[in-house]
């Protein structure tokens, strides 16, 4: 499966903004998603994960702040963000991994889209 990820791009602290990843070849419905995001000089980290029964999961300190959620029918991921921080400041990448629910663990997932940039200014 081939994953693209959209919706990057400059904000500023306290803006909200939705990433989506969209996916071809196969469909996400056999699929767990996650977004996970690498900021400068930092390792990939987990941001939400989503199963295929629709289970949300987040990193604890981002709970509250952002959602994520899938569309089967359009085959798309997204992930919405509220309250940006310059914090979030990071490349976010969408991931798929073939088994019913999703992992906290990078190194457990197949497919990686490409990564959007998120810049929040203070």
């Known amino acids: 499966v081939q994953l693209q990820a959209s919706g990057g791009g400059l904000v500023q602290a306290g803006d909200s903004l939705r990433l989506s990843c969209a996916a071809s070849g196969r469909t996400l419905r056999n699929y767990s998603l996650g977004w996970f995001r690498q900021a400068p000089g930092k390792e990939r980290e987990f941001v939400a994960g989503?199963?295929?029964?629709?289970?949300?999961g987040y990193a604890e300190s981002l709970k509250g702040r952002f959602t994520i959620s899938r569309d089967n029918s359009k085959n798309t991921v997204y992930l919405q963000m509220n309250n940006l921080k310059p914090e979030d400041t990071a490349v976010f990448y969408c991931?798929?991994?073939?088994?019913?629910?999703?992992?906290?663990?990078?190194?457990?997932?197949?497919?990686w889209g490409q990564g959007t940039l998120v810049t929040v200014s203070s």
């Open positions: 991931a798929a991994v073939g088994t019913s629910w999703y992992s906290e663990s990078r190194d457990e997932y197949s497919y």
């Open positions: 989503i199963s295929r029964s629709m289970k949300e």
